[in-house]
């Protein structure tokens, strides 16, 4: 058995002593709310991990770096991230990922502390995790052994602010984040001389939509990547709440809670899964086309496969999209409603109390989704505590781990290489699509190897629902394509959450990195490629 990793902070020595930081600026989250001070300051620490039978000693660094607007080059943006980079290792070797979450106006909080950086979170997932005292330990799935990781917190959110004359709202849209993240990400490469280093960069949710865009953008700026990695994708915004890519999430939820009465009963969720993904395309699709006239039949299948009886299904008119006043799903309060129950949307595994004023309370406000309920405490006390006390970064500003107003003001108006103007109709309605971004960075740049991670559990953006969507972007070129993995994991929307899945997860994306960057002549293309955009 692989010995339990374990984490401590180095010995210190005159050379790497560690440097705590206090920041006295007051950082606004609001969508007006600007900072004048421009310098770049960071509390750098030292630790080690026992990780796979070696000790990687590792330098944390959590601090801002400032970005400059790409036309006057004057400071635009002061952005608080947080880095953990191997020590000793080559920089044209040591691959370099950056991450960020979604929302939009999530922090990155969420994927560095449940993910892949060196310490993590103990959670009782996909149980409820009682209050404090909470707990962190090394992590055993750690990517610091493959990667160096950077953890980007957009402006708005963590400590990140807009520099006057500019504001926050100025970065609160489709193209002007993507711009934003970018000239982050070269202003890093610039200060930490990572320009020849291989790069990734790892999206959650809106972060995927993001990836897309950036990585186009990266591309035409003369930012070549080795690999994008997808997790929770939503790339087409005109399928949100799509049915036929939702069924098999809800059938999974079903199955997972023992509602479902298909016979023979399926050998294991990926089979039944596949099942129900071909009853969606075929014989569901047809039933929700000619619902006045559906086959008997094929409502009593969709009856078995997710445990809400033919009586129910038809007074939604066989639409599983279907949502209650509360802008909540049907099927995650009607699934276990017998119980008193209602279903995360995040991860249907995860169960709320849906009676009593429980019931009354808006999952959209708050985060009150089960899922979120279920981690949010820890969540919160466990990251200031780690900021704080082991990364040594402390600020009388309040961290927006969430905010609520970014995603309120967000312009999601873009468009796209091909030219065409997407992001809202003339109803104000979100039609945001980047399929079409990904597919001509794959394009542009032929050794581009893309990871797509799904979680069967996740409503939020279903697993199928990403299949067909990236089935369907505009790329033809197989070998291109063949750079494409999708995976799917027993878990949610955040799929690190849930232990073997992250363990899975990691797994791949060990194969993942290897094949990116182990393939040297690959390498030597995109290096040549980037060589020749940035010449321009």
Request: hydrophobic share 40%.
């Amino acid at each position: 058995m692989p010995s339990k990793p374990t984490h401590h902070a180095a010995p210190a020595s005159a050379a790497h002593a560690d440097h705590p930081f206090f920041d006295p600026l007051a950082y606004g989250n609001g969508p007006d709310d600007s900072v004048t001070d421009a310098t770049e300051n960071a509390a750098i620490t030292h630790h080690s991990l026992a990780l796979g039978g070696r000790t990687i000693r590792y330098t944390a660094t959590a601090g801002h770096l400032v970005t400059v607007d790409p036309s006057s080059s004057k400071p635009d943006a002061k952005m608080f991230y947080v880095a953990f980079t191997a020590d000793g290792e080559s920089h044209t070797t040591r691959p370099v990922t950056f991450f960020y979450n979604g929302g939009p106006g999530s922090s990155a909080v969420f994927v560095l502390l449940g993910s892949y950086a060196p310490m993590r979170i103990k959670t009782s997932m996909p149980g409820f995790t009682p209050p404090a005292p909470y707990a962190m330990e090394p992590n055993p799935d750690s990517l610091l052994d493959k990667s160096d990781l950077v953890f980007i917190n957009p402006v708005g959110t963590g400590y990140s602010a807009a520099i006057a004359p500019k504001k926050n709202r100025d970065f609160w849209g489709v193209d002007q984040d993507a711009g934003s993240i970018k000239q982050f990400i070269k202003r890093y490469l610039t200060a930490n001389d990572r320009w020849n280093s291989p790069k990734f960069i790892y999206g959650e949710s809106y972060g995927t939509a993001r990836s897309a865009v950036l990585a186009y953008a990266l591309h035409e700026d003369g930012v070549d990547l080795n690999g994008v990695v997808l997790q929770s994708s939503i790339l087409d915004y005109t399928q949100a709440g799509n049915p036929i890519g939702l069924l098999p999430t809800c059938a999974a939820d079903a199955w997972y809670h023992k509602k479902i009465s298909v016979k023979p009963a399926p050998k294991d969720l990926p089979h039944f899964m596949a099942t129900v993904a071909q009853f969606a395309a075929t014989d569901y699709l047809m039933a929700l086309k000619n619902f006045s006239k559906a086959d008997p039949a094929t409502v009593q299948k969709l009856s078995d496969y997710l445990g809400i009886s033919p009586q129910t299904l038809t007074s939604w008119q066989l639409n599983v999209g279907t949502y209650n006043h509360l802008g909540t799903l049907l099927f995650l309060v009607t699934l276990l409603q017998s119980q008193g129950l209602a279903c995360g949307a995040y991860d249907g595994r995860v169960t709320g109390i849906d009676t009593g004023i429980a019931g009354k309370v808006d999952p959209n406000s708050g985060g009150n989704d089960p899922t979120m309920t279920a981690v949010s405490g820890v969540y919160t006390a466990m990251w200031n505590s780690y900021l704080n006390d082991q990364l040594k970064f402390t600020s009388n500003s309040a961290f927006t781990d969430l905010n609520d107003q970014a995603f309120r003001y967000w312009d999601f108006s873009h468009i796209d290489p091909t030219g065409a103007q997407k992001g809202v109709d003339a109803k104000g309605n979100v039609v945001l699509y980047t399929a079409g971004d990904l597919a001509a960075a794959m394009s542009l740049n032929v050794d581009l190897k893309v990871l797509s991670a799904n979680g069967y559990y996740d409503a939020v953006t279903p697993f199928y629902q990403t299949t067909l969507d990236l089935q369907a972007m505009p790329l033809k070129d197989h070998a291109v394509r063949d750079n494409l993995t999708v995976k799917y994991y027993p878990s949610g929307h955040m799929v690190y959450l849930d232990g073997g899945s992250r363990t899975s997860l990691k797994a791949d994306l060990v194969t993942f990195y290897d094949s990116a960057a182990n393939d040297h002549a690959a390498m030597q293309r995109i290096l040549s490629l980037q060589a020749r955009r940035r010449a321009r």
